[in-house]
């Protein structure tokens, strides 16, 4: 059965590899059942910054004889709710006793309501930990922790808590629960195949090994089950990826992802597909960060390299949310007290506005996932 995959995306894993959808804890583990995990931090909260648009040509063409790509600059507008009935989702990154948050958009002038508040009180020591949805939200799943410490532990701690897995056809409104899954496992995408797991393994040196597989976890997949530095996850318009360091970007069923070359642009930083067929990439600058967004339509040929002059740096495509609009993760360098958000960007018009969550945030939480508005 085919779905169309969107939304979540680790947001740190994402950071680093360009890609999926909750919490993404480092993991020692056999690969299987049991881990020892540590998780990176990150903050939520709104901003308000201002300024204008603006766009040049770039004089000089580049080395595959390819017009120069135009540019032009991205700025926040004015912050801006959840639109009603959408829905964002919002993790805490080391913190296992801080559940996940999916809130909906309420009316003009009303506050979000927390989906997940009925799960995560029904589990007082565990709660929500990965989340994942269809672009419609019509298809979701969710891992729940029945007891702490849920997966997410220092190292040499004890075993990860038992989890299971839920599933919800009505835009989180409720949760029917499949089974149990292995500790430390989340669920980051939604393959044609099914629910597909994660486990992230400590590698050599500072690389990470994840390990995949179909719900429930070990069953066969389409490609190596555990590899160092291949790392898998959702890209709105296009569904499940795989990314290798050296290499192309694979679909689910083993295809090649093409980009344009000839800009200093590799595939591994492929975004998402607009509805009107042109790809966004992320570009990434030494250290990780990110200040680019690549918009290439594959039938012109045009090239517009967007760049970000707000606070802090690009994060993931989240969600395409219009023809030509994204919702997108930022996250701000240095202390502050706003270390991560989202932004909707309309790369129509280069409008950009930060969403408001309507509430306070845990200062280690980030911007997990979005669904737009049915």
Not at 35 to 60: H, L, Q
């Amino acid at each position: 059965m085919k779905r169309k995959a969107l939304v979540l995306v680790l947001a740190l894993g994402l950071l680093s590899a360009c890609g999926g959808n909750a919490r993404r804890p480092m993991v020692e583990s056999d690969g299987g059942l049991n881990g020892e995990t540590r998780t990176p931090t990150a903050a939520t909260s709104p901003a308000n910054p201002t300024a204008t648009a603006s766009e040049t040509e770039v004089a000089t063409a580049t080395a595959s004889a390819r017009p120069a790509p135009v540019q032009r600059v991205l700025s926040a507008g004015n912050s801006v709710p959840i639109p009603e009935g959408a829905l964002l989702g919002v993790a805490a990154s080391s913190d296992a006793t801080v559940p996940m948050l999916l809130l909906r958009g309420g009316p003009p002038g009303g506050a979000p309501d927390d989906l997940f508040v009925g799960l995560n009180e029904s589990v007082p020591q565990g709660g929500v930990y990965s989340w994942v949805s269809d672009e419609q939200g019509s298809e979701m799943y969710a891992t729940l922790c029945v007891q702490a410490p849920c997966g997410f532990l220092p190292a040499g701690g004890p075993l990860a808590g038992p989890a299971r897995m839920l599933r919800s056809i009505d835009r989180g409104v409720s949760w029917e629960a499949l089974g149990e899954i292995p500790p430390a496992w989340i669920v980051i995408g939604i393959s044609p195949d099914g629910p597909l797991l994660r486990l992230s393994r400590a590698g050599a040196g500072t690389n990470a090994i994840f390990c995949y597989g179909l719900y429930p976890a070990g069953e066969p997949l389409p490609r190596p089950l555990c590899q160092e530095t291949v790392y898998a996850g959702q890209r709105p318009g296009i569904g499940v990826v795989y990314s290798f360091p050296a290499g192309p970007q694979m679909g689910w069923d083993g295809s090649e992802l093409s980009v344009p070359d000839g800009y200093g642009l590799t595939s591994s930083n492929l975004q998402a597909r607009l509805a009107e067929g042109a790809l966004v990439l992320r570009q990434v600058e030494p250290g990780g960060s990110s200040s680019r967004y690549i918009v290439f339509n594959p039938g012109s040929g045009e090239t517009i390299s967007w760049l970000w002059s707000g606070t802090g740096y690009l994060g993931a495509v989240l969600a395409t949310v219009r023809p030509s609009a994204v919702v997108a993760q930022v996250f701000q360098a240095g202390p502050g007290p706003v270390l991560g958000t989202a932004v909707i960007i309309d790369f129509a018009n280069g409008e950009a506005h930060l969403l408001d969550a309507g509430r306070p945030l845990s200062p280690e939480a980030f911007i997990a996932g979005f669904v737009s508005a049915p």
